[in-house]
């Protein structure tokens, strides 16, 4: 008996090694793994599909009740992926609505080209495939495609309002949170999204959230890690957007679709009076500040973030008009 349990003792010890040697190494890895665990629990899947040759990852969530739900498109921003909307997929699919929240091309676990990618135009094209590679674009009763409301977040809201602007049968609602798309003057270098050091990863810390914490050495070693890994497609992107040849300034007012306008009071990488410039452009719009919140809003503060979501999409007759700061749930 004593010869088991010393035995049953070393096995135990040899796999806390083993398990906090991995999360030593590779906490980010192990940090994906909760996640999907959590969204796989939640009845949120992983897929893949191909578009046009390229293989995209996506996770989709239908409604817990078995009803078909409404269409709903999530498209994350620059250096993102779909694992950033976590805190919102199962709310939002609660809510009645089927979720899909693709990893751009380059991102995440889709294909990452050789060639020089992902503008903007780019990223829009592969989008309107994939809707048509994953059959989102379902007929309604009258045989015509179903609308599909339709959300982006910081670069993810930039390809949103080009697809609401250049294809307007297909989109019902629009949601834009801390979006890009709009001349601005940055306060950020070029290369603020791929650090190569620590200081360099605590100032875009501080770019992303109001009160950043300080991240463990080995913590900080793996996320630049990581951003090292995606460097070329976030800079080629980041060089593609600051060259203007996309933004929506003289197209921004044109938008027909009911737009919810999401923005974190303290965001530092695009301040929320460019929010309020959107909102003021685009009829009928609704703006929604969150205190306390900064650029992750939607990450960082998914309560008054989903509820304010929730409440958009789902009103009847459409919300048109009004500006509401909301409190936030950061920590």
């Known amino acids: 008996m004593k010869a088991r349990l010393r035995l049953a003792g070393t096995v135990l010890l040899l796999f806390a090694l083993a398990a906090g040697g991995t999360f030593y190494w590779n906490p980010l890895w192990v940090n994906d793994r909760q996640i999907r665990y959590h969204l796989w629990r939640a009845g949120v899947r992983s897929e893949m599909v191909d578009v046009r040759g390229d293989r995209i990852h996506y996770f989709e969530a239908a409604p817990p009740d078995g009803t078909p739900g409404k269409p709903l498109l999530l498209l994350h921003g620059l250096g993102s992926r779909g694992?950033?909307?976590a805190p919102l997929i199962p709310g939002l699919a609660a809510a009645g609505f089927h979720v899909y929240a693709p990893d751009l091309l380059g991102y995440g676990r889709s294909e990452k080209p050789l060639w020089p990618c992902c503008s903007v135009e780019m990223?829009?094209?592969?989008?309107?495939?994939?809707?048509?590679?994953?059959?989102?674009?379902?007929?309604?009763?009258?045989?015509r495609p179903a609308p599909i409301n339709l959300a982006g977040w910081s670069m993810g809201g930039w390809i949103a309002a080009k697809l609401a602007l250049d294809n307007p049968t297909w989109f019902d609602h629009l949601v834009l949170y801390d979006s890009a798309g709009t001349t601005f003057q940055p306060n950020f270098p070029r290369d603020a999204f791929?650090?190569?050091d620590a200081a360099g990863l605590a100032r875009l810390m501080a770019l992303l959230m109001p009160h950043p914490r300080t991240l463990p050495g080995f913590v900080a070693r793996a996320t630049l890690r990581r951003l090292k890994s995606n460097g070329r497609i976030v800079q080629q992107t980041m060089d593609s957007m600051l060259s203007g040849q996309d933004l929506l300034d003289a197209r921004i007012g044109s938008i027909t679709q009911p737009t919810l306008?999401?923005?974190?009071?303290?965001?530092?990488?695009?301040?929320?009076s460019v929010g309020e410039a959107m909102h003021r452009e685009i009829p009928n719009s609704v703006f929604e500040g969150v205190a306390g919140c900064g650029h992750l809003a939607p990450s960082q503060c998914p309560k008054p973030v989903l509820a304010g979501t929730i409440q958009f999409l789902k009103a009847q007759p459409p919300?048109?008009?009004?500006?509401?700061?909301?409190a936030g749930d950061a920590h």
């Open 319 to 326: 919300m048109h008009g009004g500006e509401l700061m909301l």
């Open 261 to 272: 306008i999401v923005w974190g009071a303290e965001d530092r990488l695009i301040p929320i």
């Open 194 to 196: 791929v650090p190569t």
């Open 83 to 85: 694992e950033d909307w």
């Open 123 to 143: 990223e829009e094209d592969v989008v309107l495939h994939f809707i048509q590679a994953t059959g989102m674009a379902r007929a309604d009763s009258a045989g």
